[in-house]
């Protein structure tokens, strides 16, 4: 009877030990599976890889940006940087964003550096974004707005060398961002920064501490902070639409943009700040012509990223959008030969492009009646981000805000430097902007007042498709 009883309870014991077991085995295995489910399957994770590679010139080069400089770089303020993020959504999709301490691209570089990078990683040009901040005080690249310089041969040969150089650093780029992959978080929001001023309605020479100064403008501080699954800060891209003319002198440096890149690197230790130029072509930082204000600009422009950053910002959904389209942009009808002849006749950047435009028409007999521009949409989770090529006047971020609402980003001078893009009432006016610009990128004439509807009905199917 004893042996029987103890017998049951053993085997009572030993039933309640298996059970326990299960149960734990159920509620560890239950803790892992929701661990992952948290960390992995999450709708907010991200992948995202960063990557920079220091882009100043080795040599003596050709600055670009203004056609009166007589002569090439003198040294450097600070280095010029391009940097790259690489974001993968939920579902895998991926697409990279480019940034560079440049005035601009043309479109043959950035056609073959994009089908490049389309060959060997597989994504098309909806996914890829090269914006440059517009430095007045970086390289010349390529032969963008190669009539406004008065280079020689020689200096022209250094110039095809640095391109050459700067394609294959951008293409590396990308490879090494999708090395660096890593879980992270979006999160995005607009600041504000005060400094741009218009410049074709305030006059430089006419400003004092008491001006009452003329829009239009956009003040916005475009914000996209990227961070970790442990909080750290992985990324900031920050934008303005503000010239980078701070400075003139024949000294390399990223004007304020690559101040306010230096000031957040410095606030964020480890932190790869990235910098895009908004649609500033028709702003200015004022006053400028000084290093400190250069300095003074750049700082005004961190500390309105660091408020955002401090301050509660949209998380946004794992699922990325990417579009992209080039639309035939019509052109005026250009000078005649008689015109263009006694323009010619000057010493300046006008006297080059006539010159060069004469050479063409002999050559081909006509000249391009459009140009193929590029739009491009991004949406990151909720957030729009509308990505312009060219320098594009503020009155078209004011519309698309009236469109889709004041928390959208624009990015412009991306993908192809092309010219200026005017609104419709700037073409009508003239004046640099609306005319005299487009000689300096090589058009034959200005452009046609329909650019405008025709931009903003691309963008607008691009938001709906």
């Excluded at 702003?283 to 000084?290: F, I, K, S, V, W």
């Excluded at 405008?452 to 498709?465: F, R, V």
């Amino acid at each position: 009877m004893k042996l029987s009883e103890n017998l049951k309870i053993k085997q009572y014991r030993f039933k309640m030990r298996l059970n326990n077991l299960f149960v734990f085995s159920i509620l560890f295995l239950g803790g892992i599976f929701f661990s992952k489910q948290q960390t992995f399957g999450s709708n907010n994770i991200w992948k995202v890889g960063v990557a920079c590679k220091n882009i100043t010139p080795v040599a003596s080069v050709w600055m670009g940006g203004y056609a009166n400089r007589v002569s090439p770089s003198e040294g450097k303020i600070h280095d010029l940087w391009a940097k790259a993020l690489m974001i993968e959504d939920a579902r895998g999709h991926r697409a990279i964003l480019i940034t560079m301490d440049l005035l601009g691209i043309p479109k043959n570089f950035s056609d073959e550096l994009r089908n490049k990078i389309k060959q060997k990683y597989g994504l098309d040009r909806s996914q890829i974004v090269l914006s440059c901040s517009h430095t007045h005080s970086g390289p010349v690249v390529s032969r963008a707005l190669e009539y406004i310089y008065p280079m020689n041969s020689d200096d022209w040969k250094k110039v095809d060398q640095y391109t050459e150089r700067l394609e294959k650093m951008l293409f590396q780029l990308v490879g090494e961002s999708m090395e660096n992959m890593k879980y992270a978080r979006i999160y995005t929001k607009n600041g504000v920064a005060r400094f741009q001023v218009n410049r074709r309605n305030n006059k430089e020479n006419q400003l004092t501490s008491t001006t009452n100064l003329c829009g239009p403008n956009d003040y916005a501080v475009p914000v996209i902070k990227v961070e970790g699954l442990d909080k750290s800060l992985i990324a900031v891209i920050f934008g303005y639409a503000c010239h980078p003319t701070t400075l003139s002198i024949n000294r390399f440096s990223g004007d304020y943009p690559g101040f306010a890149q230096i000031e957040l690197e410095k606030l964020y230790p480890g932190t790869v700040a990235m910098f895009f130029q908004g649609a500033g072509a028709d702003q200015n930082p004022l006053p400028r012509r000084t290093i400190p204000l250069a300095i003074q600009y750049g700082k005004q422009l961190a500390a309105a990223v660091e408020s955002v950053l401090s301050d509660k910002m949209d998380n946004q959904e794992s699922i990325l959008t990417n579009k992209y389209n080039e639309i035939d942009l019509p052109l005026d009808n250009p000078l005649s030969m008689q015109q263009l002849q006694e323009i010619s006749k000057e010493n300046d950047y006008q006297a080059r492009w006539a010159k060069g435009m004469i050479a063409e028409y002999e050559k081909k007999g006509s000249f391009i009646k459009t140009y193929p521009y590029p739009i491009q949409y991004w949406k990151i989770g909720s957030q729009s981000l509308f990505v312009m090529g060219g320098e594009v006047l503020v009155s078209y971020s004011i519309q698309l805000k009236e469109l889709y609402g004041q928390e959208i980003f624009l990015m412009a001078y991306a993908n192809d430097i092309v010219s200026y893009i005017p609104s419709s009432a700037v073409i009508e006016e003239g004046g640099y902007e609306g005319d005299i610009s487009q000689r300096v990128y090589g058009l034959p004439a200005k452009w046609d007042k329909q650019i405008e509807p025709l931009i903003i009905s691309g963008l607008k199917k691009l938001a709906y498709e």
